[in-house]
């Protein structure tokens, strides 16, 4: 039993440090200094104007998911890396075939203009 202590104070200690710097910050604030502007349902103070519901450019789906790609492709370049030296030519090839994978959709990303701003 003594071998699974530190997986049983794992999540004691974890919980404890989420609480605390959960709690630290009502320390440091007061409720009475805040602006009733600040409180309002637009934060920035000023009135909104128009409807929530309506519609937007289609553009913008585009421009909030291409960063993600690199992202991505990072996270899974770094197991790779850091394994160079023992994955076989399974773990070469397959790579390879990845990065075949998004360099074409890169270039079809590109040829289709998805990344130029206007």
């Known amino acids: 039993m003594l071998e699974f ?3 049983c104070i794992y ?9 605390i ?14 602006y009733p ?22 553009r913008f789906h585009p421009v909030s998911i291409l960063p993600i790609t690199p992202d991505l492709e990072v996270t899974s370049f770094s197991p790779w890396a850091v394994s160079l030296n023992k994955i076989d ?4 090839r397959s790579m390879m075939v990845f990065l075949l994978i998004s360099t074409i959709g890169s270039i079809h990303e590109w040829k289709k203009g998805a990344l130029d701003r206007e």
């Open 89 to 92: 030519l399974f773990g070469s």
């Open 37 to 58: 502007e600040k409180l309002s349902a637009h934060e920035c103070g000023s009135d909104p104007f128009g409807d929530a519901r309506s519609r937007f450019d289609i």
């Open 21 to 34: 710097l959960l709690g630290v910050p009502f320390l440091f604030t007061s409720n009475g200094s805040t």
């Open 11 to 19: 999540p004691v200690i974890s919980s404890l440090v989420s609480l």
């Open 5 to 7: 202590a530190p997986i």
